[in-house]
Structures are given as C-alpha cells and as structure tokens.
C-alpha cells in the first residue's frame, strides 16, 4: 500500500489501448518516481494485464518489458498499407483474407497463439490470484453473450487479465464459469464507478487512445472499425468526465493496436504524459495541508 501520510490516496484506473497500454507502465514508473503510489488498480483490457502484474509483482516493470511479443498476431492493416506500393497492398489484402476467414471458421488470428498468451499472462502473474496483490485490484471483462460488464477482484489473475484483453475476431474469448469474456472496453472503457468502489476517493485514469484524425475509409472492413472506433472514443469522453484527473500519453506517431513492437516507444510516451502535467499530479495528490486541493480535469 502507498504511503498515506505522503499524499492523498487514490486509485488508477488503467483504460485499453492494445499495444499502447504500455504506457501504462510508464506513467507507473514515472508517479513512482515523484512519489505517488495508487492504493488500488482497475484495470481493463492491457490496462488488466499492466495493472495485475503490478499489484502481484515487486519486479513488474522489468517483467512487463521483457514480455516476448513474437508469437501475438501481427499489427491490422492501415490505410498506408492499403495505399502504397504493389507489395504493401498485397500483404495488407492477405491479412484481411486471413483475418476474415479465422474469424468465421474460428475464433480469430489469435487463436495460433492462445496457448503462448496464457503461458505469458500465467508467468506475468506468477499464476496468483488477484486477491494476493500487494494493492487491491480489480479487472474488467465483457461477456460476450449477455453483453454485460463482468469485475474480477479475486480468483486467478492471468484468466482475468486473458478474458480483459481478448479482442474479438483477433483472440478466442476467456471463458469462465460457463461464460465468453472478451475484452473489457467494449462495456466500459473506463470503469471509474469501479474505481470509486475502493476506499481511496480520488481517481486518476490513464487513458491510451489516440486522437480519431481524419481518415479516408475505402471498404467495408476499414469502415467497421473505424465505427468501432468512434463508439469507443465517444463512450470514453463521457467516462472519463467522472474521473478526477486523466493522463493522456502523448504519442509521437500512430500506433496500431498490435504494434508491440513499439512497446519502448509507449512506455516513453506515459513517461511523459505524467511529466506534462506534475504540476496537475501534485495539486491533486498531495495533502490539503500541504497544496491547496482542487479537481482538475484534462
């Protein structure tokens, strides 16, 4: 637990962001850096992943870092892939092929590496459960077949974290008492409700999307998830005006949802994020006796 006699405790609600939910662990990083520890941790989708390993593991940044990413599907078209040389058009047209067909006859291109992905998950965790963390912490899932919001704060922490962050039509669903669980920001991008649901009564939310930029949109499938797209990032705009303080990592450039690669680049960018705005972090966190509180939104 943080140190309360330091600053006003809070908790961190780790939103999605696929591969950029890596900057999750740089905004850890970097408020640890300054002082600040979260009390508790909601965590959905990557944000499950970051936010259990770093309630059950004193060494999760390194842990997190040295995750081996090779074996997970590659990166979804772009529309610069769709627009550039022969080659590129062609690769992006066999991914869609490939994508369409696993995702009717199967579960998604994921599924090749499903046994990979919990092995991680189950090593990232050290096969605990999520009531073991050193902080309370919760993990938000979907169930795909009542298309309800499903919170996890006891029982194993990697098929909690696997069910948060399985991407429809990419990763099979996480099952669990007979349920479909797929990933947790399709019902709620940002479980602030949740957050609030622990002692602490501040919460920060971290928030790893980027900005919707113009787009030209040129067949069906690039038209459903650019819907899929707005959906979210609207239903996040209202979400995160509960929150007391949201951190938007400043990402120099595009990043696709499974660009793990870049995974170096996104910790860099939370680095930042927290950076920009120490003066923000410290008005809200540190003791009214010390800084006069007031609520600040991004």
């Known amino acids: 637990m943080s140190d309360t006699s330091s600053h006003r405790p809070f908790t961190l609600v780790l939103a999605s962001g696929g591969a ?18 979260p009390d508790a941790v909601v965590g959905v989708s990557m944000g499950a992943v970051i936010g259990a390993t770093y309630a059950l593991r004193t060494d999760w940044y390194d842990a997190i870092l040295g995750v081996d990413t090779s074996p997970f599907p590659d990166r979804l078209p772009t529309n ?21 067909y696993e995702s009717t006859f199967g579960w998604g291109v994921g599924n090749r590496s499903y046994s990979q ?38 029982g194993p922490a990697a098929e909690a974290a696997y069910a948060s962050a399985a991407i429809p039509g990419i990763f099979p669903p996480g099952r669990r008492e007979g349920r479909l669980l797929i990933d947790g920001a399709y019902a709620d991008v940002a479980p602030v409700d949740v957050a609030r649901d622990f002692d602490p009564s501040l919460v920060v939310v971290v928030d790893p999307t ?15 998830m650019r819907a899929v797209e707005i959906c979210q990032m609207r ?44 003066g923000d972090v410290n008005r809200l966190l540190q003791p009214r006796s ?9």
């Open 80 to 100: 610069e892939d769709w627009e550039g040389s022969s080659w590129q058009w062609m690769r992006a047209a066999g991914t869609y092929v490939r994508l369409t």
């Open 20 to 37: 950029r939910g890596y900057a999750h662990a740089g905004v850890l990083r970097a408020l640890e850096a300054e002082g600040f520890r």
């Open 235 to 278: 239903h996040a705009d209202l979400r995160f005006k509960d929150a007391d303080l949201v951190l938007r990592p400043p990402f120099r450039r595009t990043i696709d949802t499974l660009e793990f690669d870049a995974r170096r680049e996104c910790v860099a960018a939370g680095l930042r994020a927290v950076r920009q705005r120490r």
């Open 290 to 298: 010390d800084v006069a509180f007031s609520s600040t939104e991004s």
């Open 117 to 154: 992905t919990t092995k991680t998950l189950r090593t990232l965790t050290r096969e605990r459960n999520l009531e073991e963390g050193r902080v309370p912490v919760a993990v938000c899932a979907t169930d795909l077949q009542a298309g309800t919001r499903e919170v996890f704060r006891s």
């Open 210 to 224: 980027q900005p919707l930029a113009p787009k030209n949109v040129r067949n069906g499938f690039q038209a459903m």
